[in-house]
């Protein structure tokens, strides 16, 4: 018995002692440390790879956003200039005389008849043209323009007509680096185009009264009715002659676009730009057709005229206009290096529209 429980044990022991070591190993800081680096040396280019992507897709969509706005803002101008019956020049005639027709916007701003310039604001484009007001002029005595409506048949208790509107398009520089048109908030803020509108309101054609106020249908919508900058004894024969009330009349324009370019762009060749646009027209209202000249035709005028980002050719006498908008996409990410530069004209996206308005006045 006791043999055996020595053989037990001497078995039981040399198990034990014959047994693996039960130990574990883990990473050294040396290896960490190798780990890191590698980690960072792989990770580093491919984040930057990653950040530079976003960018470039980030200047592609604001790229894309302002060719848009621009043609979007040309197409509505070149709707607008389509009911045109007179568009104004640059001649700089301040009024007529025997020998000289003022047909520019200098002879409205002389007048004080359109909001005039300063350091933040230009009008570029001056036109009338005819508005339309839908089922308004009453085919009955009894019926008043503001209760014009459609029986069940589908008939009208009005016609439709249409009233004179003057329309006025300028380009207004922000100054406020904290204004929401000065987005992202910095210096060199971008332009925008505004557009006012004054027009007429609805006459009765049965009235005979001498006075032009007493004229007027009493009962009309604000749709219908005239604006307060608007002269009722403007006559479109005398297109820079009592033309309105007085600039202060004219209300708040509407915002057409944002972020206009202003800076000096691309330079102009040949400088008879409007000129040649507009098939070098000419002056017949003389003994001897004469050329018009640039500075005629052009508004703004040079000098100055560096920017040119926002700017009209106007041949008054054939009731012609083009217009061009060049816009700053760089300018919706960034305040800093966004002047125009020829190395990267896909970000200033230029478009431009020439057209011709109805006719010439009485036709």
Known sequence: MKTLLRLLLKSQHQRNRSGPDQTEKGMTLVELLVGAIMAFLIITPMLGFVVDMLNTDRREQVKSNTEQDVQAALDFIAQDLSQAIYIYDNNPAPASTPTTTATGIPALLAGNFIPPPNTTQTPILV???RQLLTNSLPLAANVQPDTCTTTATGANTCNDTYVLALVAYYQVRETNGNSIWCQPSGAACPTRIVRY????????PNSIDP???QRYFTGVSPAQDRSPAFNPNFDISNPTQNVTTGAANFGNPEVLVNYIDDSPGPTVTPNDECRTA?????????????????????????PPDTVKSFYACVDTSQNIARVTIRGNSLRRIQTNDTAYNPNRTAFFPTASVQVQGLGARGQ
């Open 197 to 204: 509108q004054i027009q007429d309101g609805l006459r009765n």
């Open 278 to 302: 507009l098939g070098n027209p000419t002056d017949t209202t003389g003994v001897m057709p004469t050329p018009i000249p640039e500075t005629t035709l052009r508004i703004p005028a040079a």
């Open 211 to 213: 006075n032009p106020l």
């Open 127 to 129: 036109f009338w043209k």
